[in-house]
DNA sequence: GCTTGACACGAACAGCGTTCGTAACATCGA
DNA sequence: TCGATGTTACGAACGCTGTTCGTGTCAAGC
């Protein structure tokens, strides 16, 4: 028999597993249910209408089943959501390191995961759930590792700092998805912004003197003032 | 009428309503449905099974009523996750700015934000997705601003500062979370990480080198360490 | 006493993730 | 050639969710 999902997502976590064996593939359709099709469908689906939009019906119905024929292939939604960040992840490649160049090394690297996080609106949220332990994720942060140690950043501040910078670029690209999400009641021109803040009481008297500032910021320089702090931080360890 | 939850909303979001007059409360329950009690009623139920588990007719039950009487007070879940949100954030204090001590101030704020959000398990789920309107995160902003002005922070610095701080403080008390969930699958001790770590296919060799680094960390030395970084950071513009 | 209007809520709807039992097929041993 | 075997696919259902609608029920105003 092949693997069921369950050994999958072990092994795709390095955990052993109270396993079988193996078997090719069987099966009646025209284009067989993989995990890859699932995985391409949810995609679709996430690019489309947001992650929120995803669910396990939906997917089925992309490839014309029902939801039932999921689960023999996908443990649960939640492993869905880790495999369609593995998928992800996959698609990130790293630069072998230069040690010269190593921030800008590690901002290609942030920039484009924010950017392929931001293709799928709100999968972030899968980001943030996925575990420590999951391979294609810990392909990047091996890759950021081997970059920051080549640009003589030392171990422990190597180690801690490639956690924050991948919290961050899952909480930007969650924060930036919601609040561009045409769905949401309160997404907000900026010029919008900026008078609600300068209308606010006088119990803020910081926010509307500085409301310029607070609403500052076209396209990503937010994202790259972040990562510009907390990479000279790193520099200095 | 007493307002409507959407001109509630709005007000808590300075935003015109198109509103209609006021008037006072009446009922016929021994202890009436009010927003207060809602939140404290959700709150609870956050607190012991985690924001997972909070669902409109579980706080419904817990005031011994239907969930269609909740609709009276609160627009929908989204709403009430903001309200809940916001009752954290009034019960953080923030400190009269003292120029010499800024950082230490900033620290305490990210610190009390930390802990209180820690006591909720996964509410940082609702303040990623609050709205930067809101009245109460706004309060905190406004008094994170004050204090980064009042050490010297340039307002530009400071703005995009507070926006990395806060976001960083809600990601990763909500990774903290997941990862100490008892119904948690993937919930592992450091031994057990760090031995998966060394585990690794040789594809993996600074992970596998590090994996000490990788896995260090007591309590909350992660979390100092990146409010360090970015305060060090702030500190140097 | 009667009307008015705000509050509370029972019942229902559409949709969700997930499981169970079964039907349909490919392959293997005889 | 013909079952037997094991695997895949899936219809139907369960329990749960957020939300709405219409009705009941009380307090206040005339």
Known sequence: MSPTPQQRRASRHHQPDPGAGAAPARGRRAQPITVAAIIDAA???VARDGYEALTMRRVAAALETGPASLYAHVVNKDDLGELLIG????EIDLPEP???AWREQITGVCTRMRDQYLRYPGISRAALAAAPTNEDTLRIGEGMLAILLAGGIAPQAA????DS???YVSAYTLEVSLLTD?????VVSRDELLSRLSGLPDTFPQTKR???ELTAGTDHERFDFTLDLVLDGLARR
């Not at 045409?182 to 309160?186: K, R, S, V, Y």
Request: aromatic share 8%.
């Open 182 to 186: 045409p769905g949401n009641e309160w």
């Open 165 to 167: 910078l991948m919290l």
């Open 43 to 45: 995609l679709g689906i």
């Open 159 to 162: 180690a801690w700092g490639i």
């Open 98 to 100: 230069e040690p010269a």
């Open 87 to 90: 998928r992800l992840c996959t």
């Open 210 to 212: 500085h409301a310029a």
